[in-house]
């Protein structure tokens, strides 16, 4: 059983930064890998960011590229999203997940939320203009 607990979220105008936090409490949270999706009202839920327990490359979704930033403290057992230039349309709740550690690490298997076996309960990010 892992439980995972996002933080960070709140009212931020558009232009802002946000960075929003996940912890997890588990002993083994350097096998997952750990991403970021996020789902606003009326829509489906859509992948944000991954990345894999041993690092390095990372993956993010078309709409957030080069804007939003994921890493990881394996230590602290904690991953975080730093979203910058934000846009109205990120407002969503966003919400952190650990994949199935059996599961493909390929970018077609990460983005998927199905992939995922743990989830956190969201944290709510509004972008107001």
């Known amino acids: 059983q892992v439980q995972l607990v996002e933080s960070g979220g709140g009212l931020v105008q558009a232009g802002g930064s946000l960075r929003v936090s996940c912890a997890a409490s588990?002993?083994?949270?350097?096998?997952?890998?750990i991403g970021w999706f996020r789902q606003a009202p009326g829509k489906e839920r859509e992948f944000v960011a991954a990345m894999p327990w041993r690092g390095g490359t990372t993956y993010y979704g078309d709409s957030v590229k080069g804007r939003f930033t994921i890493s990881r403290d394996n230590a602290k057992s904690t991953v975080d999203l730093q979203m910058n230039s934000l846009k109205t349309k990120d407002t969503a709740v966003y919400y952190c997940?650990?994949?199935?550690?059996?599961?493909?690490?390929?970018?077609?298997?990460?983005?998927?939320?199905?992939?995922?076996?743990?989830w956190g309960q969201g944290t709510q990010v509004t972008v107001s203009s």
């Open positions: 997940a650990a994949q199935n550690p059996f599961d493909g690490g390929a970018y077609s298997r990460l983005s998927k939320g199905e992939a995922y076996i743990y």
């Open positions: 588990t002993r083994t949270f350097n096998i997952y890998t």
